[in-house]
């Protein structure tokens, strides 16, 4: 039956190398992602919200932000979505004016997040550094 496909016929699909800033900085968003969303459970447990707002927009803040942070997880690669992962730390250490208890988690997170983005990139210009003298090297 000698047929061949399409598929079998192109050459397989080469994965973009992601630096260490990008995959470190997606996995702190995709953890804190889970744990605003419980934030924003606790702000409508706790009614938390001021006079006059349903308690259920905090269930709302918290899958709207979970669900910022996991889009802009997928966009690390942009040098825009380091600073938009910056002010969704920045929207998580606001939320400690409802939830005192999120100040925990916006040090613990904004800490994790800081570490990713700048001990990845200094990994990601070392890399870059050791791959451009292993090139001259080789003469390649």
Known sequence: MGVVTEAAS???????ARGAAESLGSIVLGFESIIVFLGGLA???LRALPEGIEPWWGVVAGAVVGVLMILTAGLLRHRWAIWAGWALQALVLASALLVPS????AIIFGGMWAYATIK???????????????????GD
């Open 10 to 16: 192109r050459p397989p699909r080469v994965r973009r």
């Open 102 to 105: 999120m100040l925990i988690v």
């Open 43 to 45: 702000v409508y447990g």
């Open 120 to 138: 990845g990139a200094a990994l990601d210009r070392r890399n870059a550094r050791l791959r451009a003298t292993q090139t001259e090297t080789n």
